[in-house]
Antibody, heavy 121, light 109 residues
């Protein structure tokens, strides 16, 4: 049974760095082709892809946010971590992690329940 | 980056109606498109992948079609549990610059 769960602070101040953790089970991020991605959704708005890390530790980022994002993994802990620097109120959103199961199945088949992050002083 | 434009952005329909949502890509993406359903306060759920393949467990009233730049999600007979927001997503540029459409909210008439 595949599950993903996001964790992190519910409230951050402007200019602070956000660190979110995705803890997953039911699959291994060392399996060839497997990827985990972060996606966010501001209140009442559309989904926005942020970053992806694959089984080979290759990392890919949204062009518009690339300078602020870092994605990493700890395969032994079944965790993927996203850091976002210089947080701003416009970064207020629900942040999701999701799985891409293979290089052929390149869609998000399982999602975490999401974690709402509010940026406010 | 490839942009996805969904239309309409919202629609009102009745139970039993046939509903069609379109997704247009700014450049050809072959069949590298997925559709998701999202209910309020919940994570998106995969419905369709590879433009027309039904995810396991998804009711057969959902179907997808299209290739290249124009895609369609159809609900053949709208059910009460189908009132939600639907998103398309392209993975042609995988693993770079994955993008979602702006969403289509299906509301009760």
């Amino acid at each position: 049974q595949v599950t993903l769960r996001e964790s992190g602070p519910a409230l951050v101040k402007p200019t602070q760095t956000l660190t979110l953790t995705c803890t997953f089970s039911g699959f291994s991020l060392s399996t060839s082709g497997m990827c985990v991605s972060w996606i966010r959704q501001p209140p009442g708005k559309a989904l926005e892809w942020l970053a992806l890390i694959d089984w080979d530790d290759d990392k890919y980022y949204s062009t518009s946010l690339k300078t602020r994002l870092t994605i990493s993994k700890d395969t032994s802990k079944n965790q993927v971590v996203l850091t976002m620097t210089n947080m701003d109120p416009v970064d207020t959103a629900t942040y999701y992690c999701a799985r891409i199961p293979s290089e052929v199945e390149r869609w998000f088949d399982y999602w975490g329940q999401g974690t709402l992050v509010t940026v406010s002083s | 980056a490839i942009q996805l434009t969904q239309s309409p952005s919202s629609l009102s329909a009745s139970v039993g109606d046939r509903v069609t949502i379109t997704c247009r890509a700014s450049q050809g993406i072959s069949s590298a498109l997925a559709w998701y359903q999202q209910k309020p306060g919940k994570a998106p759920k995969l419905l369709i992948y590879d433009a027309s393949s039904l995810e396991s467990g998804v009711p057969s009233r959902f179907s997808g079609s299209g290739s290249g730049t124009d895609f369609t999600l159809t609900i053949s007979s709208l059910q009460p549990e189908d009132f939600a927001t639907y998103y398309c997503q392209q993975f042609n540029s995988y693993p770079h610059r994955l993008t979602f459409g702006g969403g289509t909210k299906v509301e009760i008439k």
